[in-house]
């Protein structure tokens, strides 16, 4: 493996064993399809262990990893450090065990890397990473991840506004939301072998959603390269929105008419909606969202309305029940 760092010892506690973790997951998908319903066996809400602190932020620096311009974000929290972001993801075409998918996406192949853009548009056109990254000049977007298991990170993203992509395709009157595909590619994603999952995954955006200046395309993180299991080659970052609808390894973005189905409103429509903007007065069925665990901090802190970006966004929603919206 590439990385150098530890992988963050957890307590045992934390840890459920495979073969425990296997029957359980057997036994969902059993009372899932018996109940006639989908049951999201793994996205459950985990306290996560708080990970890496100072001191391996300067070890990070003495390996070599890649550095940010900045270390804060707008609000005055610190970026999370470099092996948090990389040793803490979820990216189920891997596993779903958070702390092995950078050791599983060691080997994804991420370049070459083509990502099409068609549909409703007076432009399609398949692009090369690289175009891209020549054609739109990235910048660092230090941006909080909440996820809708209630933990969160300081991201210091490289990317740039997808509209800049969407204008330059020129999409037709009738586009009314946009659509992302995931690379499907199960030799290299084991996690895409297991038929429980409508793969390849997918989200959408409205399209003023889409179009709005914080929603970005990464195509770099922490000053450097995006790594496998972060969503390179290209991914999504909305940082409104819970973490699941930053979707990563795109290789396709549609214009259209219909609202995209996405994969988790797919598996657990009443889990899961299309909107899923962070919002703490709405809870998950199953656990609540008014406050998340920072990961690498112990107390749990206050979950903002739009995860700390409402004076950006909220009028995009002014005339929506957010509650129905979820
Ligand atoms: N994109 C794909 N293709 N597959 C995934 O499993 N997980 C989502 C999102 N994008 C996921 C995905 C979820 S639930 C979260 S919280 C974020 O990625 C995590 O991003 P990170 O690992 O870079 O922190």
């Not at 299309?274 to 703490?280: C, D, E, G, L, T």
Request: charge should be neutral; glycine fraction near 6%; aromatic fraction near 12%.
């Amino acid at each position: 493996m590439a990385n150098s760092v530890q992988i963050p010892k957890i307590p045992s506690s934390e840890i459920t064993p495979k073969n425990v973790y296997l029957n359980r997951r057997e036994f969902l998908r059993t009372a899932g399809l018996a109940l006639g319903t989908f049951t999201l066996a793994a996205c459950v809400s985990r306290t996560p262990a708080p990970l890496k602190s100072e001191e391996n932020k300067t070890q990070e620096a003495k390996a070599g990893n890649p550095q940010a311009k900045s270390n804060k974000d707008e609000l005055g929290d610190p970026i999370n450090s470099y092996s948090d972001i990389t040793h803490f993801n979820n990216y189920y075409e891997f596993s779903t065990d958070k702390q092995q998918v950078a050791e599983l996406a060691a080997y994804f192949t991420t370049k070459p890397w083509d990502v099409e853009v068609y549909g409703m548009v007076a432009k399609p056109k398949k692009y090369a990473l690289g175009d891209l990254i020549s054609a739109y000049k990235p910048e660092e977007r230090v941006y909080r991840l909440r996820c809708v298991e209630a933990w969160s990170m300081v991201i210091p993203w490289v990317g740039f506004s997808l509209s800049k992509l969407l204008k330059d395709a020129e999409p037709t009157s009738s586009a009314k939301y946009v659509r992302f595909e995931t690379l499907n590619r199960p030799d290299e994603m084991p996690g895409q072998k297991d038929p429980w999952y409508p793969w390849p995954y997918q989200e959408g955006l409205r399209m003023d959603e889409a179009m709005h200046d914080l929603t970005i395309l990464a195509t770099g993180m922490y000053g450097g390269e995006l790594p496998a299991q972060n969503g390179g080659g290209i991914r999504l970052v909305v940082p409104w929105k819970y973490g699941f609808k930053s979707i990563k390894a795109i290789i396709k973005i549609e214009l259209t008419d219909q609202q995209p189905s996405t994969m988790w409103s797919t598996i657990a429509p009443n889990e899961y909606g299309f909107y899923a903007n962070v919002n703490p007065q709405v809870d998950h069925p199953r656990w609540s969202q008014a406050s998340e665990r920072r990961i690498g901090e112990f107390a749990r802190r206050d979950t903002l309305m739009f995860n700390g970006y409402a004076d950006q966004v909220a009028s995009l929603y002014s005339n929506m029940d957010l509650r129905k919206n979820y």
